[in-house]
């Protein structure tokens, strides 16, 4: 891993199997590392739309960012 570049890690466990739960724990994630993602209201009942709405709305976001972030 390159110093200097920011790291926000996200950890899940068994507890953690609802989409609602993962949704927030990634968006917190993104947002420490600069990613602006608000849900504004996206669904999280872990539908194929919502999760469909959150990688449109979290790749979209890190893409304004403007630099280069690791998955």
Partial sequence: MT???DVAWLSL???DGQFSSFHSYLLAALQRLGV??????????GST????ATVAVVTT?????????FC
Wanted: glycine share 14%; proline share 3%; hydrophobic share 30%.
């Fill in 36 to 45: 602006p993602c608000d849900d504004g209201g996206l669904l999280t009942d």
């Fill in 13 to 15: 466990s068994h507890d």
């Fill in 61 to 69: 976001e890190a893409e304004a960012v403007g630099k280069e972030l």
């Fill in 3 to 5: 110093a200097g570049i």
């Fill in 49 to 52: 739309q919502s999760m469909e």
